[in-house]
């Protein structure tokens, strides 16, 4: 019998990582859990390690260092899983990086049922136009900064590792020594979840309201702190620790504890479930608190709120899914004797405990595709997260959409303008809904002619970009977990062409006022501080369509259901004195050059079904582009929130003209 001579690719490649960091495995009770070997999708590497998603390079600036880049492709290491964990070999440094930066891409990839792209490059020229390039590879240098800090670079696509010495003396800490960030879990999963985030939504880092950098801390949070239930030798040491009650101090709920210590935090950087007391130096969980968000803006501390109320449905969840499991150990009592659980017992609990955790990370990445494009709120996250799932699976057996909203009301996070914080009002009203609103007639035959009808593509979709010529006709292109990635970003471009077109010069214009899109004055005035492609206050209004991208996902039937996520926008100048906000607004024509103070934008996200043709759901702004109102809002926040207009220690303000917000926004080891 002879040999085949094709041999496959393997699935998955097998490394080696600190399970959280450090720290950990230096503890003597925790040995055995400090590190673990974790498996990530198989590709060809190149020394760094180089991927097709990410780039590691590691240049230490600082001590002016060059480290040699580690070959994960060699066959000494594949066969022993890669280098072993070390907090002095850098080589591994880059291994961790890797690792736990690929498995937090796996997740997104399965959530969202696309391959994750990086937002891409833009270069921009002095007559206002901007040119876009396609980012194949996040880079990530784990030895970035020697400063306290680690952020993702917008600017530069990366991810920014630093490190520093010790400088407080205790059980955990002895001065001098170096606590690297590149080789926390916690803080690689987290400037992760920031870069994929940003590539699909790059507005949600403008600070338009006191959510929206609250939001972006909080999701990198969630992430992070879920994946640690996706390791089982991790997961069924804590179950046993706890004896089975998750709601006490554990590690799973904990992030980043070697920087918070070292940090002089006295414990992790941030604990979803409780904190320690100062007067008592004891842990106390923290019970849920309706009037926190009205006490607290800070983006780490309100975020954290959105953690709890997240862990606070997993722990619902969790509590009436094992209650079966405790009756039968303890024979109908509930109560468990003395001493450690049996082992079949904490094996039990830790597979419901993953199980549970994995759909709940699935319920909160795939709700981004349901937020809208910009000025995001905690309320539009919780209304994101119930209408993916209900679209997903109707059924709801386990009560997993009833868990967060009851979690999120005990903690005082509910929509703006919401009467009703039942499961169906928080759902994102349908197309056919939001039609009938507006008092649109509703003609399926002209959605149905975005699919079938070759369209005229001659307009770019947003203002000033250039593009080369192309055919003026095409369809909308889909693609999957397969495709390209670099031709999964034409084909976004491509699509929101096609879209622009059919929107606002074909059968899609009744569709723009139920999206809340405004084209021209036939909706009423339209203010001449909405930027337009003409300098003419009666001109059409300009309209983004920022991204047309495909989601494959798999029901709970086991059917494929393809959508089109569809984000819209609109741009506004905006002024943070209001009497030349209103006279700028009442003018003939604006220059192009002109920039304002700040921008307003709004705009709706559509959920399209290819194959019903029709509008699944739409989800929009708070406000129109022609809204005063929200404007106002907006202004209010710049001006209060920070100090005075144009000063540059304004907190909103200075993010918001930051190239570089995430970098601000961890400054202090946030």
């Known amino acids: 019998m002879t040999a085949p001579n094709f041999i496959p690719d393997p699935i998955s490649r097998r490394i080696r990582i600190f399970s959280f960091d450090p720290g950990l495995a230096s503890q003597y009770d925790m040995a055995g859990i400090g590190e673990i070997t974790i498996k990530v999708p198989w590709e060809e590497l190149q020394r760094g390690p180089i991927g097709e998603y990410i780039e590691v390079i590691d240049v230490d600036h600082a001590s002016g260092v060059l480290y040699r880049p580690v070959d994960l492709s060699d066959p000494k290491l594949l066969a022993q899983d890669g280098l072993a964990p070390s907090e002095s070999n850098p080589q591994f440094h880059q291994q961790m990086v890797y690792a736990v930066a690929m498995t937090t891409i796996g997740h997104f990839e399965r959530a969202l049922g696309r391959v994750a792209l990086w937002s891409a490059h833009r270069k921009r020229y002095p007559d206002g136009g901007y040119d876009e390039y396609f980012v194949r590879r996040l880079?990530?240098?784990?030895?970035?900064?020697?400063?306290?800090?680690?952020?993702?670079?917008?600017?530069?696509?990366?991810?920014?590792?630093g490190y520093f010495p010790v400088e407080i003396k205790d059980e955990f800490n002895a001065p001098g020594t170096m606590i690297f960030t590149c080789l926390s879990h916690d803080i690689i999963a987290h400037e992760t979840t920031h870069a994929l985030l940003d590539g699909v939504h790059p507005r949600f880092n403008e600070p338009v309201n006191v959510d929206v950098l609250a939001f972006h801390e909080a999701f990198a949070d969630i992430v992070a702190l879920f994946q640690h239930f996706a390791y089982p030798g991790v997961l069924r040491d804590q179950i046993s620790r706890t004896r089975g009650n998750l709601a006490n101090e554990n590690m799973l709920a904990q992030l980043a504890q070697q920087f918070g210590r070292a940090a002089g935090r006295g414990g992790a950087l941030r604990d979803?479930?409780?904190?320690?007391?100062?007067?008592t130096g004891k842990w106390e969980p923290l019970p849920p608190d309706a009037n926190a968000l009205e006490r607290i803006s800070e983006p780490h501390d309100r975020g954290a709120v959105l953690v709890a109320a997240v862990f606070g449905a997993f722990s619902k969840v969790y509590r009436a899914r094992t209650l079966d499991l405790f009756r039968i150990a303890t024979e109908g009592t509930g109560v468990l004797r003395e001493g450690d659980i049996h082992p079949d017992l904490a094996k039990r609990l830790a597979e419901e405990a993953a199980r549970i955790a994995s759909y709940i990370l699935q319920m909160c990445i795939r709700a981004i595709?349901?937020?809208?494009?910009?000025?995001?709120?905690?309320?539009?996250?919780?209304?994101?997260?119930?209408?993916?799932?209900?679209?997903?699976?109707?059924?709801?057996?386990?009560?997993?959409?009833?868990?967060?909203?009851?979690?999120?009301?005990?903690?005082?996070?509910?929509?703006?303008?919401?009467?009703?914080?039942?499961?169906?009002?928080?759902?994102?009203?349908?197309?056919?809904?939001?039609?009938?609103?507006?008092?649109?007639?509703?003609?399926?035959?002209?959605?149905?002619?975005?699919?079938?009808e070759l369209q005229e593509t001659d307009a770019p979709d947003s203002p000033g970009k250039r593009r080369k010529a192309r055919s003026p006709k095409d369809h909308l292109k889909p693609w999957h977990l397969d495709s390209d990635r670099f031709k999964t970003w034409q084909g976004i471009d491509e699509n929101a062409r096609v879209l622009w077109a059919w929107l606002v010069k074909g059968k899609g214009e009744r569709f723009a006022k139920a999206a809340g899109i405004i084209l021209d004055n036939r909706d009423g005035p339209v203010p001449a501080t909405v930027f337009r492609p003409v300098e003419a206050s009666e001109g059409p209004a300009q309209v983004e369509v920022h991204s047309v991208r495909t989601a494959l996902r798999r029901t709970a039937k086991g059917a494929t259901a393809n959508v089109l996520v569809v984000e819209i926008t609109q741009r506004r100048r905006g002024y943070f004195d209001p009497q030349k906000q209103k006279e700028m607004d009442s003018r003939r024509s604006i220059p192009k050059d002109e920039e304002g103070d700040f921008r307003y934008r709004a705009g709706c996200t559509l959920l399209i079904d290819p194959a019903s043709m029709t509008v699944r759901r739409v989800i929009r702004t708070a406000g129109t582009i022609a809204d005063n109102n929200e404007l106002e809002r907006q202004r209010r926040f710049l001006v209060d929130g920070g100090l005075e207009p144009n000063n540059a220690y304004s907190p909103a303000v200075s993010v918001l003209r930051s190239k570089e917000p995430f970098a601000i926004l961890h400054r202090h080891g946030g």
């Open 369 to 452: 595709d349901y937020c809208p494009p910009v000025d995001i709120t905690f309320g539009d996250y919780l209304r994101g997260i119930i209408t993916a799932d209900y679209d997903l699976n109707p059924d709801d057996e386990f009560g997993y959409r009833l868990a967060f909203v009851e979690s999120f009301r005990q903690w005082g996070i509910h929509p703006r303008g919401m009467r009703s914080m039942s499961i169906e009002s928080l759902m994102w009203p349908t197309g056919e809904e939001a039609m009938q609103d507006e008092d649109v007639p509703i003609d399926p035959a002209e959605l149905k002619s975005l699919f079938e």
């Open 272 to 279: 979803a479930l409780g904190r320690k007391n100062e007067k």
């Open 139 to 161: 880079r990530i240098y784990p030895h970035a900064l020697r400063d306290r800090n680690a952020y993702y670079s917008p600017e530069k696509k990366a991810l920014l590792f």
